[in-house]
Nanobody
Framework: QVRLVETGGGSVQAGESLRVSCSAS????????MAWFRQAPGEARVWVAT????????YYLDSVKGRFAISRDNAKKTLTLEMNSLKPEDTAMYYC????????????????RGQGTQVTVSS
């Protein structure tokens, strides 16, 4: 059974940092793209970052470039999103997604998707 479980969310003040992680099991971990998405209340889910498989290239939403970093630990089967200099507009439920092979910004193109972890940033 495939599972993606996000942890590490919480409430922080603007300017602080937070790390969210996604623990994977039940499939070949480093196959395909892995990504983070987020969804704020009342808004559509938005792509945040992608890490490719073979080349480990990273791609980011413009508004998080330079503040967020996506990485993967193949031995621990964990995807991580380091978030620095957090802003109130970063408040959202954060979801990980795995095994995508095209359209890296499209949630529905990832075969496996997690249930999310809440990140709240107050001003």
């Amino acid at each position: 059974q495939v599972r993606l479980v996000e942890t590490g969310g919480g409430s922080v003040q603007a300017g602080e940092s937070l790390r969210v992680s996604c623990s994977a099991s039940g499939y070949t971990f480093n196959r395909g793209f892995m990504a983070w998405f987020r969804q704020a209340p009342g808004e559509a889910r938005v792509w945040v970052a992608t890490l490719t498989d073979a080349t480990d290239n990273t791609y980011y939403l413009d508004s998080v470039k330079g503040r967020f970093a996506i990485s993967r630990d193949n031995a621990k089967k964990t995807l991580t999103l380091e978030m620095n200099s957090l802003k109130p507009e970063d408040t959202a439920m954060y979801y990980c997604a795995a095994e995508g092979f095209s359209e890296k910004q499209n949630w529905s193109r990832y075969k496996y998707r997690g249930q999310g972890t809440q990140v709240t940033v107050s001003s």
